[in-house]
Nanobody, 126 residues
């Protein structure tokens, strides 16, 4: 089981990026996908989650209206579209997969995710 996150980079405030999370050696469509991030000196935090069929999504309050999570199970890939980026979005972003169901009260718990990608760095700076 392997997840590969990509798409990070340096972007100015107000800019956009799209992160991708490609799965190999397993069928992504059987898993919910979460995106997490860890800023320098801070704890890892959940950003968003999408159910295995792409029907149910959750977002951290600070990214609602700016980030959109999606997936293409035919391509074994999940995405995180980020617009209107802010300096406080600077972090290493990780994708993670889990076969467990979740709700609004626990989707953000990192310990419920079984497989993790290596992370991609997003830097928002002028």
């Amino acid at each position: 089981v392997q997840l590969q996150a990509s798409g990070g980079g340096l972007v100015q405030p107000g800019g956009s990026l799209r992160l991708s999370c490609v799965a190999s050696r397993f069928t992504l469509g059987s898993y919910a996908i979460g995106w997490f991030r860890q800023a320098p000196g801070k704890e890892r935090e959940a950003v968003s989650r999408i159910s295995s069929a792409g029907i149910i999504t959750y977002y951290q309050n600070s990214v609602k209206g700016r980030f959109t999570i999606s997936r293409d199970n035919g391509k074994n890939t999940a995405y995180l579209q980020m617009v209107n980026l802010k300096p406080e979005d600077t972090a290493v972003y990780y994708c993670a997969a889990t076969a467990r169901s979740s709700g609004s009260n626990n989707w953000y718990r990192a310990e419920l995710y079984d497989y993790w990608g290596q992370g991609t760095l997003v830097t928002v700076s002028s």
